[in-house]
């Protein structure tokens, strides 16, 4: 299975960007697929998650009503739309899939990470 991500950049805080991660090898449907991030110096936290038929979304605390998780399968595809970026959002955003109905801690695959940086 291999996962790119893509749609990282820099941004002035306040703004918006929207990540993707296209998923191959594998039926996307059959994933449920999760973002996470590691800020330098920082250990890799949980971003978001959403489940294979987009029955179960989660958000880490930090995020909640600001980023948006979403999925099309046709295109096998997950997206995170961030709106309001502050300058504690800047990190290395990673997307991850896992075969079993919710993404754990340790999913069982892994993207290339995306940089986002959010200038104050």
């Known amino acids: 299975v291999q996962l790119q991500a893509s749609g990282g950049g820099l941004v002035q805080a306040g703004g918006s960007l929207r990540l993707s991660c296209a998923v191959s090898g594998r039926t996307f449907s059959t994933l449920s697929m999760g973002w996470f991030r590691q800020a330098p110096g920082k250990a890799r936290e949980f971003v978001a998650a959403i489940s294979w038929m987009s029955g179960t979304i989660g958000y880490a605390d930090s995020v909640k009503g600001r980023f948006t998780i979403s999925r099309d399968n046709a295109q096998s595809t997950v997206f995170l739309q961030m709106f309001n970026l502050k300058p504690e959002d800047t990190a290395v955003y990673y997307c991850?899939?896992?075969?079993?109905?919710?993404?754990?801690?340790?999913?069982?695959?892994w993207g290339q990470g995306t940089q986002v940086t959010v200038s104050s």
């Open positions: 991850a899939a896992d075969r079993s109905g919710w993404v754990s801690v340790n999913p069982d695959y």
